[in-house]
């Protein structure tokens, strides 16, 4: 008998958990029940997991959308992983390290399919590794990733989206459509992983510009030209370290629809035009605006620069180097425009 565990219970895997309880019945053999591991916290003063089977709801990070019966949050790993065989990691990047430790610990890898939901790399200056050659790294496991234009909150109110389903194998590419497409949440697999991952990471860095862009009162025109120059700047970037990486993964939902939804609607984009418009410093508006919580575009960026000078390859990404300059170094908003005619100028783009 096969088990699904959705390793974290923020907003993406609570409807994940949805979504994947809705279509259990879809693949032959599996269970019925779907697991949510959900981290020991609190919430309004009682256990977040036991919050969420009391009540149906994360009432923390979903509130006003119930969790289907058949769904059953814990906090204990061992509980989570036992027996499980459909792997889903929907957690901070920042944290996969230490997840993988348990399920190295407490999980049957030989029998395990994982699939990641996480955005996010782990750039230095010496190289890069996304989340799924970190989990191969870890667990030996090839994983496939999901990522796309994918608001959690709109996924699980079922507005109609789409995700791109990075896989390299046919069988386990039809078991994960089949797990989590939808009639409002169609999947659209491709042999990539690579690819579909940098997009997700690096288009954080193109909602700071388009952010700044903003915030310095420039308009629909400039602001459509910032992200055509960044969506080249991310396909060069990709392709540059992943060769193998196809033209059409870039208008994929993980590409050019993931980089329209994050300039235009996310927390990157937001809190980079309250940068332009008040020079209030990033983590004041962090504090202020997210309550604390870290914005993954100017630090994404802080990686990216530092790999890119290593590589001698700084003049190339006139864009990604602007967005560095103007969150760690001090140099003026205005200075976005030098992207802009920068990246004509390098017409190697």
């Not at 693949?27 to 949510?36: A, D, F, G, R």
């Not at 089977?53 to 204990?76: C, H, M, R, W």
């Not at 990709?238 to 329209?260: H, K, N, R, W």
Request: proline share 3%; net charge neutral.
């Amino acid at each position: 008998m096969q088990k699904i565990c959705i390793y974290g219970a923020g907003n993406w895997g609570t409807t994940a958990a949805r979504i994947l309880a809705s279509n259990t019945s879809k693949i032959e053999n599996l269970s019925h029940k779907v697991t949510l591991y959900a981290h020991k916290e609190t919430f309004n003063g009682k256990d977040l997991a036991q919050l969420i089977n009391q009540t149906k709801e994360n009432t923390k990070y979903l509130p006003g959308f119930k969790i289907p019966d058949n769904v059953f949050a814990t906090s204990d790993i061992f509980e989570a992983l036992k027996d499980t065989t459909l792997l889903v990691f929907v957690v901070p990047h920042q944290f996969l390290e230490s997840a993988l430790e348990n399920v190295r610990k407490y999980a049957d890898i030989q029998n395990l399919k994982i699939i990641s939901l996480i955005k996010g790399m782990y750039i230095e200056r010496d190289g890069i590794k996304t989340t799924t050659q970190l989990i191969k790294s870890i667990l030996g496991v090839q994983p496939s990733v999901l990522s796309g234009a994918n608001i959690a909150p709109e996924i699980a109110a079922e507005g109609f989206c789409e995700s791109t389903l990075g896989c390299l194998n046919e069988d386990e590419a039809k078991t994960w459509v089949k797990l989590f497409q939808t009639d409002y949440f169609r999947i659209q697999p491709v042999k990539d992983v690579n690819g579909v991952e940098v997009c997700g990471a690096l288009k954080n860095v193109v909602a700071v510009a388009v952010g700044l862009a903003d915030g310095l009162g420039f308009g629909n025109n400039t602001k459509s030209a910032v992200m055509r120059i960044g969506l080249l700047e991310i396909k060069k970037f990709a392709q540059m370290y992943y060769p193998d990486t196809p033209d059409s993964i870039f208008l994929e939902s993980c590409g050019i629809a993931d980089l329209v939804a994050s300039s235009f609607g996310g927390r990157n984009f937001r809190l980079s035009s309250e940068f332009a418009k008040t020079g209030k410093p990033f983590d004041q508006l962090e504090k202020e605006l997210l309550g604390g919580q870290k914005l993954q575009g100017p630090h994404t960026s802080l990686e990216v620069n530092l790999f890119l000078k290593n590589m001698n390859k700084i003049k190339d990404f006139p864009l990604f180097t602007t967005v560095y300059e103007i969150a760690y170094e001090g140099e003026n908003p205005q200075s976005i425009i030098k992207a802009f005619t920068q990246s004509y100028v390098n017409s190697s783009l």
